[in-house]
């Protein structure tokens, strides 16, 4: 558990208040896993996704070779979210590199968010996407370098 100051460090509740992070844990589950648990599953379907609140997962990635860890997510992102919104199955396998405090998001519970407190949903799905757009334009810019280095 966070103190109040902690929980507003953490991305995920940027620019929320105290009630407001209290309200969003009270609508959504949350998930211990310990460390080496597989949270997600490449290629399974994709219900809800996660906020981490403590702990590190990594992002393992199985493109015919085996799985290849390709990034590690820390307290305070999101992980799962791309297949969620886009209603594709997972792109990458999640397993918990520490033991993780994970809260749970599905469709329900944006439904509910959206009737009692559509401020806070708002915020959450802002939250969510500076996160995937500075993950996206950190990619962009790898990619560019990666076909600067090998020539076009």
């Not at 609140?53 to 860890?69: C, I, K, M, N, Q």
């Not at 959450?124 to 600067?148: E, G, K, Y």
Request: charged share 25%; glycine share 8%.
């Amino acid at each position: 558990m966070h103190t109040p100051e902690q929980a507003e460090e953490l991305s995920v509740f940027r620019g929320m208040s105290e009630a407001e992070i209290d309200e969003l844990r009270s609508l959504c589950a949350t998930r211990w896993v310990q460390e080496g648990q597989t949270v997600l599953r490449q290629d399974e379907g994709s219900r809800s996704f996660y906020c981490l609140l403590s702990g590190g997962v990594e992002v393992l990635r199985d493109a015919g070779l085996g799985p290849r860890s390709i990034a590690i997510i820390k307290a305070g992102e999101c992980f799962g979210e791309i297949g969620f919104f886009a209603g594709e199955d997972r792109t990458a396998s999640i397993r918990a590199v520490d033991e993780s405090e994970l809260l749970v998001i599905n469709q329900a519970d944006l439904d509910r968010m959206s009737e009692r407190s559509p401020r806070l949903l708002a915020r959450l799905l802002h939250n969510i996407l500076t996160m995937v757009s500075i993950r996206f334009a950190d990619v962009t810019t790898r990619m560019a370098s990666m076909v600067f280095w090998l020539g076009s």
